[in-house]
């Protein structure tokens, strides 16, 4: 969320950003059909200057193809506290027991277009290899966000990649885009505190106006 906010600021707005997504739930479908293979991801993307987070970075291959000229910002963050905060947000909504867990799976029983969402997601983090299923550990996903880390330096040419973290500021970001910087920090988002009320706040809103 950090970058996502910090990139608007560069004017690179709306950034895409799994936030995105939860505000327009119906998009799922789209990233479903993405995912199945029968709508390419630009398509989705089109009016969108940047993109960050999932569903957007599932598909960087696909995108760097369809537009040529883009950069790609790897945030290159350390395995084990990336699976750590996994633990706390996207792991915990999927296949949790907490309060987070248990509020997102009521939802989708009574959210059709919540449970394609969730769907979505996990076929997405499976397939990417990110996470095994319910019985995923944090040293699986550790190991596989390294993995995915060298994969994308491997992967993407020098010229068109910045490994960066939001720690960085905007002063090499700013050089790698060729845009000016700014007069501010570089903006920092709790994303774990604020993910858990999100998916809460948004369960019980769903099951209230279903039972309505």
């Known amino acids: 969320m950090s970058q996502k906010v910090g ?29 199945d293979g029968t709508l390419h991801p630009a398509e989705i993307l089109e009016d969108f200057p940047a993109t960050v987070d999932w ?41 949790g027991e907490g309060l987070v867990g248990l509020m997102a799976r009521a939802r989708r029983l009574v959210d059709p277009d919540w449970d394609v969402c969730s769907r979505m997601l996990e076929g997405m983090w ?5 996470m095994n299923g319910p019985g ?15 994969e994308v ?18 002063e090499p970001l700013c050089a790698f ?4 910087v700014p007069d501010a ?11 858990g009320d999100m998916v809460i706040n948004a369960s019980i809103d769903a099951i209230q106006r279903s039972r309505a």
Not at 177 to 180: F, G, K, M, Y
Request: proline letters at 7%; a negative charge.
């Open 55 to 95: 569903p957007g970075s599932f598909y960087y291959k696909e995108l760097m193809e369809a537009f040529p000229d883009a950069k790609v910002l790897l945030s290159d963050r350390d395995g084990e506290a990336w699976a750590r905060s996994m633990r706390e947000t996207i792991y915990e909504s999927i296949y």
């Open 136 to 150: 995923t550990t944090n040293e699986h996903m550790a190991a596989a966000c390294e993995r995915y880390n060298a």
């Open 185 to 195: 920090p570089f903006p920092r988002v709790n994303d774990s505190a604020a993910f």
């Open 126 to 130: 499976e397939r990417s290899g990110l």
């Open 7 to 35: 990139l608007e600021l560069l004017g690179l707005a709306p950034c895409y950003h799994m936030v995105t997504v939860f505000a327009d739930l119906p998009v799922a479908a789209k990233w479903q059909q993405a995912l």
């Open 153 to 170: 330096k491997a992967y993407v040419p020098a010229d068109r990649l910045l490994v960066w973290k939001p720690q960085d500021g905007f």
């Open 177 to 180: 885009l060729e845009l000016p």
